[in-house]
């Protein structure tokens, strides 16, 4: 089975910070590589699928970027609501595999 | 708007059978795939299995010798059965509606319900 690892596990950025995730494949899996956020005490919220296209909805801060094994979640001007942990999950095929979570705090 | 709402048990002794069900509700259960995720407490996130209104499924091969999902369309709701369950299957377990056919991402989640293995 494909493996996906993120990094960091966690980071701590102030306020109108650029932050930048990572993902990675243990095997290509083109672009079939989503994105969730997940806060506290909260259900995962779909923010970008297709490496790149952002859900409806979604603010236009966050953007997705990679293809193959290496995908990058990119928060751009981090807002406190922005606290959560983020989650990759590859899609290509089955078992469908998230990442082990990125958490997100404000410094 | 799409709504799942997760039903059953919070409570299950080990080496019994952990059911679930999801009711759906403001769309149809029709022309989608349905899904299974579940979050052990304060980890990630496992997928669990996903069946098309149609009844076909796919599962997770961790638990496939385990794991049953059918779907009742008549009722808007398609449900889960883990069988053999250990402390391990203690989660929040939500359910899911699959994006699309080619897409196989989660865009709409219940809000999931905590089942707790235990004698």
């Known amino acids: 089975d494909i493996q996906m690892t993120q990094s960091p596990s966690s980071l701590s950025a102030s306020v109108g910070d650029r932050v930048t995730i990572t993902c990675r494949a243990s095997q290509g899996i083109s672009n079939y590589l989503a994105w969730y956020q997940q806060k506290p005490g909260k259900v995962p919220k779909l923010l970008i699928y297709?490496?790149?296209t952002s859900q409806s909805g979604v603010p236009s801060r966050f953007s997705g970027s990679g293809s193959g094994t290496d995908f990058t979640l990119t928060i751009n001007s981090l807002q406190p609501e922005d606290v959560a942990i983020y989650y990759c999950?590859?899609?290509?095929?089955?078992?469908?595999?998230f990442g082990g979570g990125t958490k997100v705090e404000i410094k | 708007q799409v709504q799942l709402q997760e039903s059953g048990p919070g409570l299950v002794k080990p080496s019994e059978t952990l059911s679930l069900t999801c009711t759906v509700s403001?769309?149809?259960?029709?022309?989608?795939?349905w899904s299974w995720i579940r979050q052990p407490p304060g980890k990630g996130l496992e997928w669990i299995g996903y069946?098309?209104?149609?009844?076909?499924?796919d599962y997770n091969p961790s638990l496939k010798s385990r794991l049953t999902i059918s779907i009742d369309t008549s009722k808007s709701q398609f449900s889960l059965k883990l069988s053999s369950v250990t402390a391990a299957d203690t989660a929040i377990y939500y359910c899911?509606?699959?994006?699309?056919?080619?897409?196989?991402?989660?865009?709409?989640w219940g809000q999931g319900t905590l089942v707790t293995v235990s004698s």
């Open positions: 899911a509606r699959v994006f699309s056919g080619w897409t196989s991402v989660f865009d709409y």
């Open positions: 069946i098309y209104y149609s009844g076909s499924t």
């Open positions: 297709a490496a790149s």
């Open positions: 403001g769309g149809s259960i029709k022309s989608y795939y």
């Open positions: 999950q590859k899609y290509n095929s089955a078992p469908l595999t």
